[in-house]
């Protein structure tokens, strides 16, 4: 049985629908991360699971059992807010103990666990502090012990790495991975930063308009995105227009060239995804999978440069080249561009 099941979950706002029918299975223990572009739902999910909003319609069920009607407090969850929410006026060691104290954990052990809980997060020593008096990831550590202090089956996390400059964010992130392992909870981590999704999950759901179009390890989401809305949110693939040629492959008239995949294509396929990196300044084969086109811009980027490629039908091609490969070529030059039918995936919406 999973650890957490939602059912056909709705929830309206006025004329929004936050939340569609959404279903959505987590197993015990494992780090799950909610990707979707602002407004798809992921907050609104995180807060239905937690308590702190009802639905419309549907179920969230926590090892079978029904959540409705039981609040907050009383779940065997726990939920960590961007905002880390801690109270101003109490140290560490009291913003930890909270949930406990109301709990009617005796002092004794409140004591040994917010210990425990602030040595996990790296802050032993720090509880006599006030919140002000700490950096902002020391403050999401404290977030982090308070949310883990009551041994949680399940954590739910609202962009926790949000408040965080890019190097500290990796390394948090890691000790969140760790962590997890550690304590065998599950969590749901809503992020935007689609790296970072890919890079700590066990599985990715990624939202849109309320609903999962698409849950699967990182690499199989990345590798087989199944919407265009996937295959651009996650990594900017090129999406190109066009249709089945009936002998295996995909006229793209955008492109002046026909895509062929490996497998077959369903009929009705529109478009198909095409990963920058993916691209190479040369054909690969002779017939379909290559393409020409004239150099737009050149964006360097650090370990790799982003071409624009203008291709004869007149699409424009997002294209990744690797430093490795040397010099990029000038902008106005132009190149001939061959992938791998493993490379092309067709699309189904
Ligand atoms: N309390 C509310 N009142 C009215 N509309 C709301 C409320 N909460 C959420 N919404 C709407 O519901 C939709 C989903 O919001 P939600 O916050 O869940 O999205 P999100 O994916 O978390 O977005 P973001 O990434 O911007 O935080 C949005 O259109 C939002 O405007």
Redesign the pocket.
Known sequence: MPLLSLRALT?R??Q????DRLDLDVAAGEFLT?L????????????VVAGF?TADSGAVLLEGRDLSGVPPHARPLNMMFQSYALFPHMNVAANVAYGLRRDGVPRAERDARVGQALAMVGLEGFGGRLPHRLSGGQRQRVALARALVKRPRLLLL??PLGALDANLRERTGFELRALQRETGAAFIM?T?DQQEALALADRVAV?EH?RVVQLGPPRAVYDRPATRFVAQFLGAANVLEGRPDGAGGFDCPGLGATLRPEGALPPGTAACALRPERIALRPLAEGPNSAEGVVEEVAFRGDDSLLLVRAGGGALLRVGHAEEDGAPPPRGATVRLGWEAASVVPLAG
């Not at 929004?16 to 939340?19: D, F, M, N, V």
């Not at 979707?36 to 807060?47: A, E, I, Y």
């Open positions: 929830r706002f006025g929004t629908l936050a939340l909610l979707g572009g602002s407004g798809s739902g992921k907050s609104t999910l995180l807060r909003e609202d962009e809503v935007h939202l309320g």
